[in-house]
């Protein structure tokens, strides 16, 4: 079965790539697995070395990058490369902290010394999704490759030309061309992958089922995962907000990458003496968006990546319009098949509709109304999705308050969510376990090896007769 570029925004098919056969795939988890022998032993400036390398070409190739993922995917040039730049900065963070996150931990105990080592796993396989093509990898491959682990990398079948492309900077950077593979694979093989005794551990970003799948098979083989699913964030504005700031805002928070992210702006959860003025003010700021062809400079949103992700996203709208939510903003699909789809607003989301309990992939944002305060962290914790949120104020010390009753993974006050090397990313409920970037990220798969040294006896004096 091929696998395809397909470009969203045109509907050609720029690519096609055959499918790895099984005998192809364990080839190449057995030359992975054999590989990590000897980049275990390797020291963190070799590694560090390198890694500054792949930053560098990260940065020289952004042109080169951005316009693949705009092909493949449809996202903007001027967003493509600062996806490329950002993957740069988290090379280089892992590469300059690496040996002080991995360093000894010593403890004090009755022994002589005791202390935790972290010590590699061995190959790690990834199962990414298409929306960040290059980021989502690289948060996984950095840490993985700095901490003395090898990578396998399995990407979401519409980016075959992303992986390939990411595969060739490490190698290119100077890293042992089996240190970090991609596969070329369907689905279809992830289960067998997983099995392989080769394999030590699994990190996944994705949809929910996806997670539930990956987990369900390495739980079954005793294996490490991270998970990093669904998000349905809570974006809370009370009454005292710098509104103008908080609309200005939400409307670049439910318009990354076309609405397309885990960590966008979902429910818009506001108080009610504000909440007719956010609306018209939001609405405002998504009109002015200028939907285009992704190659084009100016673009400020491009197509969903595939036509059926489009088409769900507007039966998840038509249903919940027909469970009583309000069309404040008429965007949507122009015809049933196409991957284009313009910002959409709807208001008085209620318990029973789809937009209250779904995550929804794409621009529509969904305004809640709260009664005060304490209603708002009420809605916002009835979903089982716990990825980010944010709280908007003028009051910071309510709103790290308020942010303290989120049930989320990470709360922003006054700024949009995001992800970045320094803070841990990652989710709580149905959005998933474990945690990525940061001094956690690193730590996640590696082995926290306790090593006691017992004190020496003391020497007995003889007795003399």
């Known amino acids: ?21 099984w005998t192809q795939t364990e080839q190449i988890v057995r030359e992975v697995h054999a590989a990590f022998a000897g980049w275990r032993t390797t020291s963190f400036e070799h590694r560090a070395r390198l890694m500054h390398r792949a930053a560098d070409l990260l940065r020289e190739r ?69 929306n960040f093509p290059f980021w989502q990898v690289v948060r996984f491959a950095a840490p993985a490759l700095m901490a003395g ?171 919940s319009v027909q469970q009583g939510a309000k069309v404040e903003l008429a965007g949507g699909q122009p015809a049933p098949g196409s991957a284009q789809f313009a910002p959409m607003i709807l208001s008085n989301v209620q318990r029973g509709q789809r937009a209250y309990t779904e995550e929804f992939f794409g621009p529509v944002a969904l305004v809640l109304e709260a009664a005060d305060a304490d209603d708002a962290i009420r809605l916002a914790n009835d979903s089982r999705f716990g990825l980010g949120g944010s709280v908007w104020t003028r009051d910071t010390g309510r709103g790290e308050q308020l942010a303290r009753r989120v049930q989320a993974g990470a709360v922003f006050v006054n700024s949009l969510v995001k992800s970045s090397p320094d803070m841990p990313f990652g989710g709580i409920k149905k959005s998933g376990y474990g945690r990525e970037l940061s001094h956690l990220g690193i730590r996640e798969f590696v082995n926290q090896k306790s090593i006691w040294i017992a004190r020496e006896e003391e020497p007995q004096e003889k007795k003399v007769e």
């Open 62 to 130: 952004a042109d080169e990058l951005a316009r693949l993922m705009a092909i493949e995917m449809g996202k903007p040039l001027a967003d493509g490369r600062a996806e490329a730049n950002k993957c740069a900065l988290c090379c280089d963070f892992y590469a300059d902290r690496a040996a002080e996150f991995l360093a000894d931990e010593f403890i004090e105990t009755e022994a002589q010394r005791s202390f935790i080592a972290y010590e590699p796993l061995g190959a790690v396989l990834a199962v990414m999704p298409w």
């Open 1 to 21: 079965m091929p696998i395809a570029s397909v470009n969203p925004y045109t509907g050609r098919t720029e690519r096609q790539f055959d499918a790895f056969s």
């Open 149 to 319: 682990n090898v990578g396998l990398l399995k990407h979401a079948s519409n980016v075959p030309q992303c992986a390939l492309a990411l595969e060739k900077i490490f190698h290119d950077a100077g890293f042992p061309p089996a240190t970090f593979r991609t596969l070329l694979i369907g689905s279809d093989l992830v289960d067998k992958v997983i099995e392989d005794e080769r394999v030590m551990a699994v990190t996944l970003t994705g949809s929910e089922p996806a997670g539930a799948a990956v987990a369900a098979t390495a739980g079954r083989q005793i294996k490490k995962t991270v998970l990093e699913l669904g998000g349905s964030d809570a974006f809370i504005v009370l009454a005292d907000a710098d509104l103008a700031l908080a609309a200005k805002t939400a409307a670049q928070a439910r318009m990354i990458n076309a609405g397309q992210s885990c960590i966008a702006a979902k429910r818009f959860i506001v108080e009610k003496p504000i909440v007719k003025e956010f609306i018209a003010q939001l609405k405002e700021h998504l009109q002015a968006l200028r939907y285009g062809d992704p190659l084009a400079e100016g673009t400020d949103y491009g197509p969903l990546a595939r036509p059926d992700l489009a088409d769900e996203l507007t039966e998840q709208v038509e249903d």
